[in-house]
């Protein structure tokens, strides 16, 4: 089995995906802004007295590290983003300087000018 020795990138099948992420990114920061407010909404509803406060002291953490993880996956998606748009924006140079380099050369290759 041979491989391919051309190197493909088709960049318009990629700027699809920096939609679906960003959208996906907008969605998790909108449940992470939920989340967050319905916390703070029901903050000390436990009450007081000895059972409130142990339910509040098994609850306030696992709350915590459950925001945590929210802003976590946001930010992985925002990053995965900015990968996806850096990684479109190289190739597209690329392919735009290599095609200006080709345009610049001789028809003739024995037309070139040693230095």
């Given at each position: 089995?041979?491989?391919?020795?051309n190197?493909?990138?088709?960049?318009?099948?990629?700027?699809?995906?920096?939609?679906?992420?960003?959208?996906?990114?907008?969605?998790?920061?909108?449940?992470?802004?939920?989340?967050?407010?319905?916390?703070?909404?029901?903050?000390?509803?436990?009450?007081?007295?000895?059972?409130?406060?142990?339910?509040?002291?098994?609850?306030?953490?696992?709350?915590?590290?459950?925001?945590?993880?929210?802003?976590?996956?946001?930010?992985?998606?925002?990053?995965?983003?900015?990968?996806?748009?850096?990684?479109?924006?190289g190739?597209?140079?690329?392919?735009?300087?290599?095609?200006?380099?080709?345009?610049?050369?001789?028809?003739?290759?024995?037309?070139?000018?040693?230095?």
């Amino acid at each position: 089995m041979s491989m391919d020795p051309n190197i493909k990138v088709d960049t318009d099948a990629l700027t699809p995906a920096e939609a679906s992420y960003t959208g996906a990114g907008d969605e998790i920061d909108r449940i992470y802004g939920l989340a967050n407010a319905t916390n703070d909404e029901y903050a000390g509803c436990w009450g007081d007295d000895d059972t409130g406060q142990m339910f509040g002291a098994a609850y306030l953490p696992a709350a915590e590290n459950v925001l945590i993880g929210i802003k976590s996956i946001g930010d992985s998606l925002t990053s995965t983003v900015q990968g996806i748009v850096t990684m479109i924006k190289g190739y597209t140079d690329t392919e735009n300087d290599n095609i200006s380099a080709v345009r610049g050369m001789p028809d003739d290759p024995d037309d070139v000018t040693r230095g």
